[in-house]
């Protein structure tokens, strides 16, 4: 089963391990309860990292799944969690995004029923665009 709750300093390691962000970050992250992570049988298998645009509407900037967890209900369970999290925070919409490349996350968007709301041309390396979703809550 997937127990999904807020990260605390003791996850620093793993969400660094798999976020490249600097440590600095990732404190900040934990300290204001942006960072979520997901274990199973006690072993950490993911994370998710939260934004805020314009400081006050909730966007993901970061989901990773172990590769050998993938496509069990990880990205899922993380999701409830944050959109229940969200909710009761007084949240109506999260959002995302996918590079434009990427049809497999753009696919799990829809599935988890997000919606495209817009995108913004060769923000990423090479000149990749971003494709953007939204979520009612």
């Known amino acids: 089963m997937i127990k999904v709750r807020a990260a605390t300093v003791v996850d620093a390691t793993f969400l660094n391990r798999g976020s490249h962000l600097p440590e600095s970050v990732i404190s900040y992250k934990i300290s204001a309860g942006e960072a979520i992570v997901a274990e199973m049988n006690g072993t950490l298998i993911g994370f998710c990292l939260i934004e805020y645009l314009w400081s006050k509407l909730p966007y993901i900037g970061l989901v990773r799944v172990e590769e050998n967890q993938r496509r069990q209900g990880c990205g899922r369970a993380m999701l409830q969690f944050l959109e229940t ?15 434009a490349n990427e049809p497999a996350p ?15 041309a060769g923000v990423n390396e090479g000149g990749i665009g971003e494709i953007f979703f939204q979520k009612p809550l």
């Open 85 to 99: 999290t969200l909710r009761n925070q007084g949240h109506r919409k999260l959002y995302s995004s996918s590079q």
């Open 106 to 120: 753009q696919l799990w968007h829809r599935q988890m029923g997000f919606e495209e709301c817009g995108t913004i």
